[in-house]
């Protein structure tokens, strides 16, 4: 029995971590949310050039269709490896047949000019016609000056920006920084300690995993009044298993509620990229129905088209060979975790 649906979206994915795991343990083991971005990806995002960047891209795009995932909305941080990123991940993506919205994360961590790079490379993917948000890594590394310049690029080009907010207690001002620039075209990925009337626009991306991995709380997004979809935050784009996390996490504080309300958090992301309505995954199992997937482990695609060209099938991608993916995303593992 088969069942087909729209492709998947993954509306909050870093394609730059994908190379993470098995990474050396931190030299201290970090105590907080802070400790663990300080010592874990503040480190390995430094150490990225263009060249891993593009085999982890494809590891994750390739891991996406794997799980039925058609669209990746992509937040890239790479600060010693800025100029052509975007280009970068937008054209490892389109080797393996996966639809990617990409942003580069502008951040103030690195003085001034890292985050003039971080705006100029968002500005010249958007220029030159490519698929993309502002990127801004979090109001609580931003200056008031770069957050008002991401927030007129995003005007300009008519596009959202793409921002982490409230995902630990050290971004709890988020509302107050803010306040005054968002609008429904921005993402707004967490929200943990966003209080409920925060006042901001925009669609609250939720990523359980990545909340309970990092300690930071449940997010509970069903409390907001705006629109709620589901990302991974870089561990991986098994979309249906963030889906039943997510129900699971939403009945831990309420028992009354049903996976309706989840299942409605996934098809949120084909209002953010409507192009993967076009797709089409035929799955292991039938029905694709919220109440049946919320119970039943190892659901995945067999076979899947995109924009009408089959890119997966027989267990296999058609574009593109993925023992070598894997092989050559090993390599440029080694080389990164020995910068580490
Ligand atoms: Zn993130």
Redesign the pocket.
């Given at each position: 029995m088969t069942a087909v649906t729209p492709g998947l979206v993954c509306a909050?994915h870093?394609l730059y971590s994908e190379l993470a795991r098995g990474m050396p343990p931190p030299p201290k083991t970090p105590t907080d949310f802070q400790e663990i971005l300080e010592q874990i990806w503040w480190r390995l995002d430094a150490a990225l050039d263009l060249e891993m960047l593009e085999w982890s891209a494809k590891l994750g795009a390739l891991e996406a269709l794997e799980a039925g995932t058609t669209a990746i909305i992509d937040?890239n941080e790479t600060p010693n490896a800025i100029e052509g990123s975007l280009s970068v991940i937008a054209d490892a993506c389109a080797e393996v047949g996966v639809r990617v919205v990409t942003a580069y994360g502008v951040t103030d961590r690195h003085g001034h000019e890292g985050a003039v790079r971080g705006l100029e490379e968002n500005r010249r993917f958007l220029d030159e016609g490519g698929n993309g948000l502002v990127g801004v890594h979090a109001s609580f590394t931003c200056t008031e000056e770069t957050l008002e310049a991401a927030s007129d690029l995003a005007n300009e080009y008519d596009v959202g920006v793409h921002i982490?907010v409230a995902e630990g207690p050290g971004d709890r001002d988020a509302p107050e920084r803010l306040a005054g620039l968002t609008n429904d075209r921005w993402l707004l990925?967490h929200c943990v300690y966003l209080p409920d009337d925060h006042g901001l626009d925009g669609t609250i991306l939720h990523?359980p995993r990545?909340n309970l991995n990092n300690g930071v709380g449940y997010a509970n997004p069903a409390r907001f009044s705006n629109p709620v979809a589901l990302g991974t935050?870089?561990i991986g784009a098994n979309m249906i298993e963030s889906f039943r996390l997510a129900y699971v996490m939403h009945r831990s504080v309420d028992v009354t509620i049903g996976p309706d309300i989840a299942w409605s958090w996934l098809e949120t992301g084909l209002d953010l990229v409507p192009e993967a309505r076009n797709d089409e995954v035929t799955w292991s199992y039938d029905p694709m129905d919220p109440w049946h997937i919320a119970f039943t482990a190892g659901v995945h695609p067999v076979k899947i088209e995109v924009e009408g060209e089959v890119v997966y099938e027989d267990g296999a991608p058609t574009r593109v060979d993925a023992d070598e993916i894997r092989a050559k995303a090993h390599e440029q593992a080694v080389r990164l975790h020995a910068r580490l």
């Open positions: 909050h870093h937040h982490h990925s990523n990545s935050d870089g």
